[in-house]
T-cell receptor, first 114, second 114 residues
Framework: KAGVTQTPRYLIKTRGQQVTLSCSPI?????VSWYQQTPGQGLQFLFE???????NKGNFPGRFSGRQFSNSRSEMNVSTLELGDSALYLC?????????????FGPGTRLTVL | DAKTTQPTSMDCAEGRAANLPCNHS???????VYWYRQIHSQGPQYIIH???NNETNEMASLIITEDRKSSTLILPHATLRDTAVYYC???????????????FGQGTELSVKP
C-alpha cells in the first residue's frame, strides 16, 4: 500500500497570505489528523477529521482550519500567515479514530513564512 | 501536556542493544503506550505500542512494567540508521473528549555511534 502523501513538500509564503496544504491518507483509512512541528513547541496536535467531520481540535487560533472530503482526503488552511506559522506540517492517517488504531505519518509540508 | 518523561539524549554503540526508558507514572488502565521515532525532519515513524503485555515486532521490543508506570523500548542490534529522536506517548482512549490524538513530549535523541 502507498503511504500517506502530502503536497506540496515545500512552500514559501509571505506574511498576510493564506496557504492550503493537502493530505491523501493510506487507502482505506478514514481518519486524518494534522500536527504542527516547530523547534520551540515540538509536535502539537492541530485537528482530526473522520467521515468529513472535525472530531477533535487542538489549541490553535481560528486562522487554522481544515476539511475532509468524501474520499477521506484532507486539506488544512492557514489564513493571514504570521512568521510564527513557519513549521513542518504533518498529516497522519488511521483506519478509525481512537486509541487502538495506529496513526501513520506522511513526510510533511515544510512551510516558510517570510 | 505530555504524560511521559524521557531522557533528553542517549548514545549507543553500533551493533549493541539500545534500551530507551520512559516514565509514565500517571498512566490510566486503558491508556496505550506508543513509540514513534523521527529521523531528521521526516515524518514520525510508528515503531510499536502496547497496553500491559510485552510486545515484539520486526523493529523493536516493548517492555512495560507490571505497574505500568514505566516502559523500555529495545532496539536489539542498533545501526547507524537508528539515529533519531524517539518519542514515548501515552494515548488517551477514544472514549474521552480529546481521545485518540497523540501528545508528543520532547523525546530522546538517540545517537548510534560506530
Amino acid at each position: 500500500k502507498a503511504g500517506v502523501t502530502q503536497t506540496p513538500r515545500y512552500l514559501i509564503k509571505t506574511r498576510g497570505q493564506q496557504v492550503t496544504l493537502s493530505c491523501s491518507p493510506i487507502s482505506g483509512h478514514r481518519s486524518v489528523s494534522w500536527y504542527q512541528q516547530t523547534p520551540g513547541q515540538g509536535l502539537q496536535f492541530l485537528f482530526e477529521y473522520f467521515s468529513e467531520t472535525q472530531r477533535n481540535k487542538g489549541n490553535f487560533p481560528g486562522r487554522f482550519s481544515g476539511r475532509q472530503f468524501s474520499n477521506s482526503r484532507s486539506e488544512m488552511n492557514v489564513s493571514t500567515l504570521e512568521l510564527g506559522d513557519s513549521a513542518l506540517y504533518l498529516c497522519a492517517s488511521s483506519p478509525q479514530p481512537g486509541g487502538q488504531d495506529t496513526q501513520y505519518f506522511g513526510p510533511g509540508t515544510r512551510l516558510t513564512v517570510l | 501536556d505530555a504524560k511521559t518523561t524521557q531522557p533528553t539524549s542517549m548514545d549507543c554503540a553500533e551493533g549493541r542493544a539500545a534500551n530507551l526508558p520512559c516514565n509514565h507514572s500517571t498512566i490510566s488502565g486503558n491508556e496505550y503506550v506508543y513509540w514513534y521515532r523521527q529521523i531528521h525532519s521526516q515524518g514520525p515513524q510508528y515503531i510499536i505500542h502496547g497496553l500491559k503485555n510485552n510486545e515484539t515486532n520486526e523493529m523493536a521490543s516493548l517492555i512495560i512494567t507490571e505497574d505500568r508506570k514505566s516502559s523500555t523500548l529495545i532496539l536489539p542490534h542498533a545501526t547507524l540508521r537508528d539515529t533519531a529522536v524517539y518519542y514515548c506517548i501515552v494515548r488517551v482512549p477514544l472514549i474521552y473528549n480529546q481521545g485518540g490524538k497523540l501528545i508528543f513530549g520532547q523525546g530522546t535523541e538517540l545517537s548510534v555511534k560506530p
